[in-house]
């Protein structure tokens, strides 16, 4: 009843007395009692302020509690402004006397206008000013209750003993969280306190403190990096804090240590660098200090008394990893780099089972290395005999094409120096080329060989069953010696199997993922590499490669990601160049599943694939390019093979799935179950999960596997089963490489029927109509009508071309800027001392 | 299958009417006689001895045992001494006695006759066997030697036809017990036995054949010389005028099979690659005779080249189908060589082979023996490669009639179903995209170019275009063409709507374009 009493539109009562407004608390105070009964489980927030958990700070409406000077509470609106001015009830009352006594004053002395003297019967128009009813500013202010009596009210701020605002409220809960360690927690009513006010008072005090004791916290936990990170934060803003310096010590000290005894020196010595800067004298960064100079030092000895001049560089190298500040260090590292001049390369894959004599660009590339190929090309620098990296001196044909004299250059000893190549190696090679039973079988070498006659030492003759097209590209593959296996291993003085090569580098150590390859002497090739290591690090991916190109821990990487490309090319210091062909995507089928065999099928796969969205959302992460672009077929576009008249393969996903219905009901009803195999690539593995749904979606069931690169390369040109399987390699001459484009194991032993996996038995035809054709006119108008012909056949889905890049550091000097592999010419290559930023 | 049957059927006439090569598999004596036949058969001789012979020597023939003379050896490895091989040889006799009987006069000899100094049975050498084997009708000639990985005896037998000269495959069997080797030689005799026949008569699509010893009663049903369902393979030997024989030819590609029995005569259904391969049209005196042939458990090596240069045929695909029809079933696929060596036992009996090109054009069918020779056999075909390419090129139009024929369907469909609904609205972008489709016109126009195309390349290169199988798939598109191209309801549907717009004088909303791929749920 007596809160009734004081609506506020009633302004000009507002002369409340004491006692009312006592009696209004009390009743306000009761109503905001919780209710009785067991309480429930506090929330966070609200358990400590007495509220009811639906009443957590978090969630609840922003509210102001006030307390009476009778001890009652209310809970009102958030008042304003915020905070309210300072209140002192003594000059209040003073400054309320001096402004009665104005005001009365103000009334005597200015009558009204129209005189003060009334008529009858008129009201009066004189309006005595009510002096109890004048309050000063800021001694009332305005509240909405938020419980009980929902109105609005006018409240005296001399009855009020105190006002809690609801941010204090939630800093004092962010408070009370940060002491028992909910860190998480306090940081949201953090939030939703600064969302309210940034400026609150307390709010950045309060914030400091969670960054300092979720920090702590965190330091001693397996979060020891961030908890680093905070109390960085910390530092940054407010360095004077306390006790932060003394933590940041002991953080850094142990987070120093155990890098230092990982061995990540970098991360190491630049946590000591941050604490000398957060703690110029702070004792432990000295001893840090004196601890990376003392290994560093250490490890600097014993490059100098190392005489192998490899491994003093990389001790050299090792040491101003761990301290680049070493004195004299520099200078003494560039000496021992000009002594044994090493290239740091970044590669992403490695070669198969069969190792280099795999088809697959890691054998390439190593094959390059360490073994010389009979002959270096197809070009007359070849076949004449001029170029120096091969072995062939000479090579001449007669007989129309069906015999081929081949003369093989002198001084050309293996790598475990018994003896110079002979002819009877190159005789032995190509002998066992013909083998079924040998790994180093080529079904089209063995159904064109005739016979092979050792004329001289120096000299065979190679005698054909027919005229070719171009035998001399059976030559381009490396000689292995003749007193080994056919995996190009000798068997050692110990009992021991190892491969010898006669390149101008050989394998002289291997291990996780570190493999290292030394020059031969001068005396081996003639003309020994100016380079005198090559150290080749395995990484994960493309991207990996590239960041360590980045900073430096490799010189050159064979794959830059098409999708950073131009951000490759945009770091300084760094080169990119091209390889000379173009990287074919495609998937091959084996047509030795009877459900591959279906056209149908093959139609409805090729159909469920958007080629164009995947190249450009995954691949190039934009639109395609004049180099890399959409295939139509399974040679590169614009090459000689290519037939121009052939229509783009199309995207139709509902007539995918009526194709594999089809062919489901052509099977029995029976499920489409393929396995998918693709390679262990960045790019692939993006790419397959989108091929994989996009069959599913069609109604086959797929399985994947994951396997990588090279193994699954090499298996599938064994001729072993598959069903269907990512493939991307490098396209040479299609005249020739065709076969092998469309069927993985096209030259593989007729045992195991490998040409049966060619899905299409009309491109089969072809194919082997090509190989048989010994001309170009002959063989052009094949090539075209392969080409032609698959689009409808399907005996593979091709997906896209790619132009694959390499990227190289300037001190390198050497690579073209378009190269057939990665090291091609590495014997004329350069490289001058230089360390990664990070040991500047 | 049907399709793969019917192109076969039409290759047949085809090649019929057009091919000197192997065409026919089953050969009509109401045919009329054709330039094809048998290549063995390329020397004039006078014709062959009249159909029926004397009465009385048909009866000796039928009544004669086979004279069989076998040689046996023995690989000193194998521990067999004198003793054992007689205790052997004779329970094997008594064995035959028992199952064959009258139609066998076995007559083993002591030594090993021309095995003597032979490694292997295979090694055997042809001409080393006539003169040993002079005065009998038969030679068989075992070895028993130690199999390489256990205890077992390995046994080897081949047969020597003394009349055609004729020297049989390889047949092996195990003997695991010592014990079993009279009845393992009993085994191996009655696989090595090939009955001998001569052809009395031929006519109304069959021959009828004389079998030596038919008319012998047997002592077991095992030892029944012929029986329904046996296969007889031809052979022609050229006489000289003295009646002694001049040259045996054998006819390729063509077998006897009995249909029925007459007391000792065979009657059988000539199958041949050849439409009159037992031609009486030969210059020089000649008689038919035939030779009992079965599976043998070896692989049958064949080879195929192109008629014209002989160069492999590589990548073909060879399938087969027994004589009383099913399915084919595919072989494999021609290797490099053109070679194909089909597995063993991949047949119980003689089946029909089948060489395709693209799976799509049958360019030779001839029935085999599995088995029957262990040498390769090589076969000229004449590849066809314009009808190949013709055909190719008709698939690759069929498939995109396909495409389009769903397409319109599924436009169609959704089409009817908004006009069903009364949705006038949405019918227009629909009727659209069904008009925006390639139409009937367009493909006609397509088969008639392919058609014309073939035609005129036919006429050009003189060679086999037009094939049973081109023209067949010329006239399914143009069936398909006909059949689901009608434009006929979407010219209705268009009548209707601007009818309706006619009369409701309504603007209609902006087409929407038509999404194909959220046909389906719509």
Known sequence: MATRDFPVQAWKLMSLAASLLALLSAAVAAQLKPASGPAPAAQPGAGSLGLAPELSLLRSTPFDRITLVDGSVLRVEPLTPRPLPPYDPEKDAARRKAAAIQSKSKIKTQPPPSGNIGTLGQRKTIERPESDAEELPGETISIHLLEGDLQDFLLKRIGIRSIEYFEDLLLAEANRLIRRGDFTAAFDYLLRCQARDPKWKGLAETYDRLLFEEGVSLLSGTQSERGLRLLRDLSSKRPSYPGLAEELARAYGRRIDALFLAKNYSAGRRLLFELEKLSPNNSGAKIAREQFAARAKEVAEAAEKSEDPGEGLDSWRESLRIWPLLEGGRARHDAAFSKAPTLDVGVTDEPGSRGLLGATAAAERISALVMSPILAGLDEAATTGQNPEQLAAGLETTQLGRSLTLTLREHRPWSDGSRSVLAIDVAWTLAEQARPESPLFRARWAQLLDRIEIKEERQIEIRLRRQSMKPEVWLQGPALPAQGTPWGAVRQADGSLRPIGDGPYRLVGQQKGLSVYKAEDAAAGGSRPRIARVLERLFTSDAEALAALTRGDVALIDHVPLSRLEEARAIPGVRVGAYERPVLHRIALDGRNPALRLRTLRRGLSLAIDRKALLEEIVLKGPSTAESLVSDGPFPRGNYADAPDVKPLEYDPLLARMLVSAARKELGEQPIRLKFEYPRDAMVKAVAPRLIEAWTNAGVVIEASERPAGELEDELASGRRFDLAYRATASDDPVFAAGPLICPGYDASPAIDPLGAIASPRILQLLLMLEAAADPPTANPLLLRIDRESRDELPILPLWQTRAYRAWRDHLTGPAETARHLYERITSWEIRPWLPPETE | ?522
């Open chain 2, 1 to 522: 299958m049907v399709a793969a049957r019917d192109r076969m059927t039409l290759t047949l006439l085809l090649l019929l009417s057009l091919s000197p090569a192997p065409t026919s598999l089953v050969a009509s004596q109401q045919q009329p006689p054709t330039p094809t036949t048998p290549p063995t058969s390329t020397t004039p001789t006078p014709t062959s001895e009249p159909a029926a012979s004397s009465a009385s020597e048909a009866v000796a023939f039928e009544r004669k045992p086979y004279a069989i003379r076998c040689w046996l050896k023995i690989d000193p490895a194998a521990r067999v001494d004198a003793r054992r091989r007689g205790e052997w040889i004779a329970a094997w006799r008594s064995l035959a006695r028992r199952t064959v009987g009258a139609p066998w006069k076995l007559e083993v000899q002591p030594d090993e006759g021309p095995l003597a100094g032979v490694k292997r049975i295979e090694e055997l050498a042809l001409e080393t066997l006539a003169q040993p084997a002079l005065g009998a009708d038969q030679a068989w000639l075992l070895q028993v030697s130690p199999n390489n990985d256990s205890s077992i005896l390995q046994l080897s037998a081949r047969n020597y036809d003394v009349d055609t000269g004729r020297l049989g495959p390889v047949v092996s069997r195990r003997a695991a017990y010592a014990a079993d080797m009279p009845r393992e030689w009993m085994s191996l005799g009655l696989e090595v036995f090939q009955p001998s026949a001569r052809v009395v008569e031929s006519g109304a699509g069959g021959v009828t054949l004389s079998v030596q010893a038919a008319a012998l009663a047997p002592a077991s049903p095992l030892g029944q010389v012929v029986k329904v369902g046996s296969v007889f393979r031809p052979s022609r030997i050229f006489q000289k005028p003295d009646g002694s024989t001049l040259q045996v030819a054998e006819i390729r590609w063509t077998y006897l099979v009995v249909e029925s029995l007459n007391g000792p005569l065979a009657r059988c259904q000539i199958v041949s690659s050849y439409s009159d391969p037992l031609s009486r049209r030969v210059a020089r005196r000649s008689r038919l005779v035939a030779q009992g042939v079965k599976p043998v458990e070896s692989p049958t090596r064949l080879r195929f080249l192109a008629a014209n240069d002989r160069s492999p045929l590589a990548g073909y695909s060879l399938e087969a189908q027994r004589l009383d029809g099913g399915s084919p079933f595919p072989l494999g696929l021609t290797d490099r060589e053109g070679g194909i060596v089909v597995p063993v036992r991949f047949s119980e009996g003689l089946v029909r082979l089948r060489l395709l090109a693209g799976e799509i054009e049958s360019l030779a069918e001839f029935p085999v023996m599995p088995g029957e020779t262990a040498d390769q056999r090589t076969l000229l075909v004449d590849p066809k490669p314009l009808a190949v390419e013709m055909l190719t090129k008709l698939e690759a139009l069929d498939d995109e009639l396909l495409d389009l024929i769903a397409r319109r369907s599924r436009y169609e469909a959704i089409l009817k179903a908004r006009i069903e609904a009364d949705k006038w609205d949405e019918v227009e972008p629909w009727l659209k995209a069904v008009q925006d489709l390639p139409g009937k016109a367009v493909y006609q126009g397509r088969v008639k170019q392919l058609r014309d195309e073939a035609t005129r390349r036919q006429a050009e290169s003189k060679a086999v275009v037009m094939t049973r199988a081109v023209l067949a798939k010329l006239q399914d598109l143009d069936s398909m063409v006909e059949r689901y191209l009608d434009d006929e309801a979407i010219k209705a549907y268009a009548t209707d709507l601007a009818a309706r717009k006619a009369t409701t004088n309504k603007k209609a909303p902006t087409p929407v374009a038509p999404n194909p791929g959220s046909a389906t749920a719509s």
